[in-house]
T-cell receptor, first 123, second 111 residues
Framework: ELYLVQSGAEVKKPGESLKISCKDS????????IGWVRQVSGKGLEWMGVIYPGDSDTRYSPSFQGQVTISADKSTRTAYLQWYSLKASDSAMYYCARLWGAGGSPKAALERWGQGTLVTVSS | QSVLTQPPSVSGAPGQTVTISCTGSSSNIGAGCDVHWYQHLPGAAPKLLIYRDTNRPSGVPDRFSGSKSGTSASLAITGVQAEDEADYYC???????????FGGGTKLTVL
């Protein structure tokens, strides 16, 4: 069962903006941290940041702070990852995942994963 | 180079036990940060194998086990199978971060 459904693949040009989404099919969305993970082709997983939809508390990896914006909409049970000006180096697969444990830690394990959104940035 | 160091590759024949290490420091694993492990098969989303050092989520075969000592953690696969061929990642926190980080990943080849 796919608890987190991500938006489809995107092809963008450098300098364009983009917002990808991650919709939770359950009604417990406000109570669990949601995280974003990047994987550049041929490289490893990178922890980008997390958000607690209940109060919008957001934590970023220093590598991604200021480069992306993570947000959430409780009314639609959807988390977002946003870029204001894409670079070719943003080309990657992006996964969202729900962290372990209701009301838990932003450092918890990533329990349930979305299917991934492939972002390609090319002129 | 990641703060959490994993061997780039390990291998083993079917039925053997394979161990993947995750070496940190006194600011992460040695500071008491939990370690989690993931399996990542090509074309699929990563899958949580071990959480909080030693715990297996429901549905994960018991041939997967985790341990931690000092500034290092390990994932052991007892009786490795061809279907276990994948990339494996550890995750932990660090006192310098408000969040978490992954190790560099280890590719398991089943001979």
């Amino acid at each position: 069962e796919l608890y987190l459904v991500q938006s489809g693949a995107e092809v963008k040009k450098p300098g364009e903006s983009l917002k990808i989404s991650c919709k939770d099919s359950t009604y417990s969305f406000p109570n669990y941290w949601i995280g974003w993970v990047r994987q550049v082709s041929g490289k490893g997983l990178e922890w980008m940041g997390v958000i607690y939809p209940g109060d919008s508390d957001t934590r970023y990896s220093p590598s991604f702070q200021g480069q992306v914006t993570i947000s959430a909409d409780k009314s639609t049970r959807t988390a977002y990852l946003q870029w204001y000006s894409l670079k070719a180096s943003d080309s990657a697969m992006y996964y969202c995942a729900r962290l372990w444990g209701a009301g838990g830690s932003p450092k918890a394990a990533l329990e349930r994963w979305g299917q991934g959104t492939l972002v390609t940035v090319s002129s | 180079q990641s703060v959490l160091t994993q061997p780039p590759s390990v291998s083993g024949a079917p039925g053997q036990t394979v161990t993947i290490s995750c070496t940190g420091s006194s600011s992460n694993i040695g500071a008491g940060c939990d370690v989690h492990w993931y399996q990542h098969l090509p074309g699929a989303a990563p899958k949580l194998l071990i959480y909080r050092d030693t715990n297996r989520p429901s549905g994960v075969p018991d041939r997967f086990s985790g341990s931690k000592s000092g500034t290092s953690a390990s994932l052991a696969i007892t009786g490795v199978q061809a279907e276990d061929e994948a990339d494996y990642y550890c995750q932990s926190c660090d006192s310098s971060l408000s969040g978490s980080l992954f190790g560099g990943g280890t590719k398991l080849t089943v001979l």
